[in-house]
């Protein structure tokens, strides 16, 4: 379901051990002039002298109190163990150092410093090197400069006019640079670029901390590699956690991938990624956005945190929090969930669904809708196969009642009905994915404006709006206007959203009472009842065909009673009133006036008028009442 959420490692171990370089070089190379970590405190080394080695000519003028030593020659000169050759050099009272032509400052085997010319006041401990290309070199490292200036009152080491940092094919250059013995940090300002085979980055400042080894973006910075750019304009990297933070206007960009955030957090410890405030991830249709996005690597999860959202060209899935498990395809949602799967939608607490089997399972407070079979579903559980479209709903939904509710929507008017479950298949049906058979068990209740029925269990078919009420302990009963209908099977078929025909089979009985006081019956094997417009029209009835009907005169009033019996029986209806009556094949009956008729006795047998237990209003699909 959702992508991987792609953050890659940030290379910047090469700016650090590039930004180590430089002040490894500066360490080594100036302890002559100027204190460096770990050396003697500056007070132990001011005023110490600078010894002459070698110089192929050596004057020594002294006047106004200063004594002056002027080499020419191969010059050689050495401060404890630091040793600088020049081409020529002047030393005032031992401590001011001037030294021209092909400088170079060594300390050990490995580190280096070469210019044109140095400069060094020990009074004011100012050191200053020179030249075309000032080159500091510290085993394979070199700094490339024109000017370097170090002063020891505040511990800088300061370039103003640009400096280019070499290591292993890996460049950084700058405008400026400082390095603050004191605090152990390292700035650079001004176009800083860093250049390596993996990536190129660009920036306005870095911050690097050399006891945390900490880099810190002080301005815009673009970190660039074949195939990924990563931006922010203010964060850090702490290299001994290898902890990443990336802020104001953080994004990483990869081909189509496209993350953005608050603030970008990189745990390379545990394989973490995170996308904290305003998170955003883009992959071609796909759009993720949450408070929070998190990728696990090792784990191989994505999380999506506080109002979640999730978009493709298939779905829209809306919660508090999703989390994709990649490894095991797996996903889940949790807090109210809302998942967009045209033409289905389903709303729930929580689901969980795995992608391999394609079963999928919601719980708490669960609505699932078909918009193309106008059907909704509310329960308490639900599971669903996609690979068959297979769909089974159970416990009751806080909203909907105490058990799993259905709801027809149709144009002015909606059906509803509960059952203890509910089981929704894919109908086999030229008509496609929008036909579904729906499936109730046990505790079947129905109510419709025209419609209210009662069974055990039911069958009902989208493509052809038919309803199959089964009875296993009592017969199903449906109700419409003033007729009650009973039997041990039941088919009903709707028509333009309203009651077209209601097919009774075995045991049928169609109650009619206009006054629930005196009752017309029809009863027999079979029956087929017609309707037109919503209302009762005709009723067929096919064997042992038995009907109680009374007779009205033209103002309403009952004049007498029919009692008849025939192999099949035809009876007409207008305003639910018997209006014709046809018999076939040895009908038999009499007619009895009012006052002459025992209204109970004539009563056909299994006579039952239920009125309790027929559902009112929509609310009462909700509850049995022991029907």
Known sequence: MLPLLYAPSIPLRFLLRLTCSLLAALAFALPAIAQQPGAPNVNETEGSPVDVLHADSLVLIRKDGKEIQKLLGYVRMRQDSVYMSCDSATIENEVYVLALGKVVIQQGDSTNAFCDSLRYDGLLRQAEMFGEEVILVNKDQQLFTTELHYDLNTKIAT???????????????SRRGYYHVATDEAYFKGDVVVVDSQFTLRSDTLLFNTATQVVTFLGPTLITTDSSRVYCEDGFYDSPNRLGVFTQRAQFVKGEQKATGDTIRYFGDRGAYELRGNAFY????????????RYDERADKTYLIGNAHYKDEDQDIEAAEIVYDAKNEIYTTRGRSKISDPPQILEADQVDYEQASGIGIASGAVWWRDTSANL???????????????????GGNPQAGSRPLLVTVLENDS???????????????VAGDSARILRAFFGVRIFKSDLQAICDSLIYNTSDSTFLLLGKQAQPMIWSDTSQFSADTLLVKLRNNQIDTIFLRNRSMIINSPDEIFFNQIKGK?????????????????????????????????????????????????????????????PKGNFMPMREADHEKIKLENFRWVKDGRPRKKEDVFILNGI
């Open 159 to 173: 370039y103003e006019k640009g400096a280019t940092l070499v290591q292993l094919g890996t460049q950084l250059t």
């Open 282 to 293: 883009e992959e071609g249709s796909r759009q993720a956005t949450a408070a929070e996005i």
């Open 376 to 394: 909704i579903i509310g329960s308490a559980n639900m599971r669903y196969d996609k690979a068959s479209d297979y769909l089974l709903a159970s």
């Open 415 to 429: 059906l509803f009905m509960s059952a203890d479950t509910l089981i929704g298949t894919r109908a086999d049906t």
């Open 526 to 586: 079979n029956v087929v009842v017609v309707f037109q417009n919503g209302d009762l029209r005709k009723v067929f009835v096919d064997g042992n065909a038995e009907s109680v009907y009374y007779a009205v005169d033209e103002e309403g009033a009952y004049v007498g009673v029919n009692k008849m019996a025939a192999s099949e029986m035809l009876l007409y209806f207008d305003k639910n009133q018997v209006e014709d009556v046809r018999y076939y094949t040895q």
